[in-house]
């Protein structure tokens, strides 16, 4: 009776997803994988999406592993810190206040900042028509610190929710008033494939919104750099780029904006 | 680390510029809950011990889903789930309720808290001495008046142990408040970590002050025992082998 | 039968989402009987240490438990799931070895385990106060080691003790396991809301899960009262 339980037990250690160790030619990437087309899960649990395919292509061409790492928005620059994962390719845009704790490889896509809200409101990005309306924001995004620098001090409720999937859940049904994102990807998936034809996506443009994003590294860590920088040239030479591009965005061109 | 306190200082006490949080919103959570989820155990109890089996088994039933089933989970029912009901949607009044984060948030907590207090208090009252009751119903005490005297003070007296171990639990559970968008401490923590990327000190903080919380409710508790029982015999104190190293530092203590 | 099975299999899959929540259920399931293993580990060496005549074992026992029941759970999972981290991989590569990373999962069990190692240690000292000292001392007059005796005499009947309160933190282990959602392993409960995030129906979701928990926590209390009886051979019960 004992034994059996013993070996259960080993067993189960076993079977469970025990921890890994590093190998060199591996590459971790770290994603936020709520942010559908660029990241999200499939029903397996395996995460697909834009970034997944251009980074899985960079790794091809740098010949390594591609391991991809789910975890939440706001623990992504604190672990690729603690050295929990080698980049960070998960919409981030190169903002101030990141490149002042962590490096960013050359610029992988560019888009803009956007508010969604229901057509029927009428409310303009602004603080002022905002006054007294409810926004949401994903926690440790860049929308998150504008939302807090530029509105919460003018009268405007900022909400930060711990992902995008939560935002657009009280979107739909009337916790927040509107909320801020990436443009694209609000078009995309909010608006296209959501088919919520009421909404309207709102272009926000502010020195706080940068509009480039890049794949995140620690800072010096050069070697990381060179490989990365070196695979989306690669990428961009053979229109891998490209390929991948259209099947996601069709005509949208998110490199040469 | 010591910017961070700076900054932060304020939003982990009580204002984080537009509303309450921090400690003073974890407060309100705990203070609430456990009140109203008190008040509402008491008539349950009552009902628990019925003799009429319907009614037990209904209470039952409610204590059995509540204790069964995590407070996370609760927690979402509450504001996820019934918000996203068409009929709630419709129902202003229900609307209104629901689309706020705070009243979701209590909402779970005091029924969560009000089905643990129920059984505790379910069982305390069993116990009460039969021989008591009895002599209550000798001198021809109502039923009312025999559970007011007689059955309420004794079940009380036997179960603040267990209270004050509810409510230290509640008051640990109150960390998944952050989840409905509730700007309590561990939120407030989670924005220093989000802003600052100093994860182990955010966090820390957080850590600290919800010890402190927790210690002040066990001695508060415990003077509170002290107080109630104080026309009962001590029990004898037992010494562990620590406190006798430090029993110098001991004030005189009236025993 | 083939009509019957696939109409079966249909309830079962829950508009295609059946299979991610069967999973969700056994990741919750392994997590908490890993986590229970290790917390009753953890639980017997810190209720021996707390016993111990040594003062520094005592005082190190006594400041685990006055921390555990001080800082909440989810607090110390964030702690250890990105402080731990830290800690580790400093430590490696000062000694040199490949980086150790610590998954959602090990950081879940370690937490839990840490945490109800504090609870089980309260009811292994009282289990361990019960036992008459007279078991003991016989031991000792047959010759048994003190190992040896802890192995045969006093392990057993303090598994007998303990027993309800093994039951009890079962329970709210089985509740804790709930928590690891908001540190991003996929449990039943992060498989519930992404169904019902993806086909709009939230609240039917919701109840499934409450479901299974309510029926994993009915199945735990038929096999707790299943041990019970087995402990209690040999033993005469007062009525």
Known sequence: ?257 | ?255 | MQDLFSKALSLVDLGGYGHLILQGTWMTVKLSLLSFALAMIIGVGTALMKSSRSMPLNACATLYTTLIRGVPDLVLMLLIFYGVQNWVGQLTVALGLPFIYIDPFSAGVITLAFIYGAYFSETFRGALQSIPEGQKEAATAYGLSKGQSFRYVVFPQMMRFSLPGLSNVWQVIIKATALISIIGLDDLISAVVNAGKSTNQVFFFLIIAAGIFLIYSMLSNIAFALLKKHFQIGVKEAN
């Open chain 2, 1 to 255: 680390m010591f910017e961070l306190l700076e900054t932060y200082w304020k939003p982990f006490l009580y204002f984080d510029g537009y509303s309450y949080s921090g400690v003073a919103v974890t407060l309100w959570l705990l203070i609430f809950s456990v009140i109203v989820g008190f008040a509402l155990s008491i008539p349950l109890a009552v009902a628990r011990n019925s003799k009429y089996k319907l009614i037990s088994w209904s209470v039952g039933l409610f204590t059995t889903v509540f204790r069964g089933t995590p407070l996370y989970l609760q927690l979402l029912i509450c504001y996820s789930g019934i918000y996203s009901l068409t009929f709630v949607q419709d129902q202003p009044f229900l609307n209104s309720f629901f689309r706020n984060g705070m009243s979701c948030t209590l909402l779970a907590f005091t029924l969560n808290t009000c089905a643990y207090m129920c059984e505790m208090f379910a069982g305390a009252l069993k116990n009460v001495n039969a021989g008591e009751i009895e002599a209550a119903k000798a001198f021809g005490m109502s039923r009312f008046k025999t559970y007011r005297y007689i059955i309420f003070p004794a079940a009380l007296k036997q179960s603040i142990p267990q209270y004050s171990n509810e409510v230290i639990i509640l008051l640990h559970s109150t960390t998944i408040a952050f989840t409905a968008t509730v700007p309590d401490i561990l939120k407030i923590a989670r924005d220093a970590n989000s802003a600052t990327y100093m994860t182990f000190q955010s966090f820390g903080i957080a850590a600290i002050l919800y010890l402190m919380l927790s210690f002040i409710l066990f001695y508060l508790f415990r003077r509170f025992e002290r107080y109630y029982t104080a026309h009962l015999p001590r029990p004898p104190v037992t010494k562990s082998r620590l406190s006798t190293y430090f029993s110098f530092l001991n004030k005189k203590r009236t025993q």
């Open chain 1, 1 to 257: 009776m004992k034994k059996l339980a013993y070996t259960a037990l080993v067993l189960l250690g076993i079977g469970s997803q025990a921890s890994a160790f590093a190998a060199n030619d591996t590459i971790r990437f770290g994603v936020d994988a709520t942010y559908p087309p660029f990241e999200y899960k499939l029903p397996d649990g395996s995460v697909a999406g834009f970034e997944v395919d251009l980074g899985n292509a960079i790794c091809e061409k740098m010949q390594k592993t591609c391991v991809w790492v789910p975890t939440n928005f706001d623990g992504l620059i604190p672990s690729l810190r603690v050295g929990k994962i080698d980049a960070i390719f998960s919409s981030l845009g190169i903002s101030e206040k990141r490149k002042k704790v962590i490096d960013f490889s050359d610029r992988t896509w560019s888009g803009f900042s956007s508010m969604l809200s229901l057509t029927s409101k009428n409310l303009q990005p602004t603080a002022k028509s905002l006054k007294g309306k409810t926004v949401g924001v994903q926690q440790g995004t860049m929308q998150e610190d504008f939302a807090k620098i530029k509105l919460a001090r003018h009268g405007v409720r900022v909400q930060s929710y711990q992902d995008q999937d939560q935002v657009y859940a009280d979107l739909l049904n009337g916790r927040i008033d509107a909320s801020l994102q990436d443009m694209t990807q609000a078009e995309v998936n909010f608006i296209r494939d959501g088919k919520h034809a009421d909404f309207t996506n709102h272009k926000l443009v502010d020195k706080l919104l940068p509009s480039d994003s890049a794949i995140a590294i620690r800072k010096g860590d050069t070697e990381m750099a060179t490989i990365i920088n070196d695979g989306i040239k690669a990428i961009h030479a053979d229109n891998t780029y490209l390929t991948i591009q259209r099947k996601y965005f069709g005509k949208l061109d998110l490199y040469n904006k």
